[in-house]
């Protein structure tokens, strides 16, 4: 049964295996290639119920904050309708302004974290339509919302989130896609997205296949004491969960920046004993993270770049090579292939991956 470990050496490996076949679950049946959108059933609204939504919020905790943090980027971008994201943890507790005109967005893996739930009702307390972006199907968060997209990844065990991760960003950008597609995302656009997710399977077995080589890479850095992780703009959520990942179970201080940040303040931090891993998709923004990579390397830090692009020898300390996804599904490559980072990193320093000190699977106190 899926519980097992099935000869893998912890769930989070295993886990991490099955990312191909946990996104082809969450595909399943939700592409419309006639309209080249999303089918999305269970969120129960219709073009004109979405075209009314004048913002979005997404709300998580940890991996699931993160992903929603993603999710805001990819409905902006694709639909442009401002979004953000926000921990569930301050929401509940800041006395928010719920809007009837925004599509509150809960996401979580287990659907019981106290501190999403609690968001959840308070939300609906004040009026706000709120669905639910939740893994358990049973789970208190996906009861309370009544509508929204399960995310298909199976059970998961290992502490450390990694296919429920996945998933999100696979069902974060479904509904951009469909958000879009009901306002002026072009019909090639749209076929774009849909054939960019139907290839994220095989390029994600891809990066799963270079495992050697990243955990080469991973135990060159297993002594550094701190660790920076950089990206921009959709980079930069994926800075922050690999940074969440290599603190979470290596319990090596990682800090995630905005890359266009480094240098008004943690660019004095840089030397030779403090690496960055630089988040180096092949998109817009290649030139302005170069010119980071080139701050970073004239104050002697190494820097390990995670990409799809096409990097000349050399130029940085070392290369995490991901195949290219569309530029928008670029986010879910590169964060697979930070979680083989992280993994390889404890791994070298002894931790014992599926049950790191102080964490718990689920929340579900104050
Ligand atoms: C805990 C876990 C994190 C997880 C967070 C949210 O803090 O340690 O890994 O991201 O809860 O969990 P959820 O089940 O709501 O996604």
């Known amino acids: 049964v899926d519980y097992e470990l099935g000869g ?42 979405y075209q009314q ?39 509940r507790y800041r006395n928010p302004v719920v809007d009837p005109e925004t599509l509150y967005v809960a996401i979580s893996q287990s659907g019981e974290t106290l501190d999403t739930l609690a968001a959840v009702h308070e939300l609906k307390r004040k009026g706000g339509r709120v669905i639910g972006l939740v893994n358990v199907v049973s789970s208190s968060i996906a009861r309370e919302c009544g509508s929204g997209l399960f995310l298909h990844a199976g059970p998961e ?17 479904l509904l951009a896609l469909e958000l879009g597609r009901v306002r002026d995302l072009s019909m090639a656009d749209g076929r774009r997205l849909v054939d960019g997710l139907l290839a994220l399977p095989a390029q994600l077995a891809g990066i799963l296949g270079q495992e050697p080589g990243i955990a080469g890479i991973a135990r060159k850095y297993a002594g ?75 104050r002697g830090g190494p820097v390990v770049a995670v990409t799809d692009a096409d990097l000349p020898d050399g ?43 102080n964490l718990a699977k689920s929340v579900t106190v104050e």
């Open 8 to 49: 893998h050496p912890d769930f989070m490996y295993k886990e991490m295996t099955e990312q191909p076949d946990a996104v082809d679950r969450c595909l399943r049946g939700r592409l419309d290639r006639r309209f080249m959108s999303a089918r999305l059933d269970g969120i129960g609204l219709t073009p004109r119920e």
């Open 224 to 298: 550094a004491e701190h660790m920076f992780f950089v990206g921009r703009v959709q980079g930069w959520p994926v800075a922050r969960e690999g940074a969440q990942k290599l603190k979470e179970i290596s319990y090596v201080h990682a800090e995630a920046y905005q890359a266009s940040e480094l240098k008004h303040g943690p660019l004095a931090l840089i030397d030779p004993e403090m690496p960055t891993v630089v988040v180096l998709p092949a998109d817009d923004l290649l030139a302005k993270n170069l010119s980071t990579i080139e701050e970073i390397k004239a």
């Open 315 to 357: 130029l940085v300390t070392d290369v995490i090579r991901v195949p290219r996804a569309e530029r928008e599904l670029a986010p879910i490559t590169h964060s697979v292939a930070l979680q083989l980072f992280a993994y390889h990193l404890a791994k070298a320093l002894g931790r014992e991956i599926d049950r790191p000190r």
């Open 53 to 91: 939504i004048r913002r979005v919020k997404l709300l998580g905790c940890g991996s699931a904050y993160y992903a929603g943090q993603l999710g805001a980027e990819l409905i902006e971008q694709l639909a442009r309708i401002p979004a953000d994201a926000e921990p569930a943890s301050e929401f």
């Open 157 to 173: 065990i290992s502490v450390a989130a990694t296919k429920s991760f996945t998933n999100m960003g696979v069902a974060l950008a």
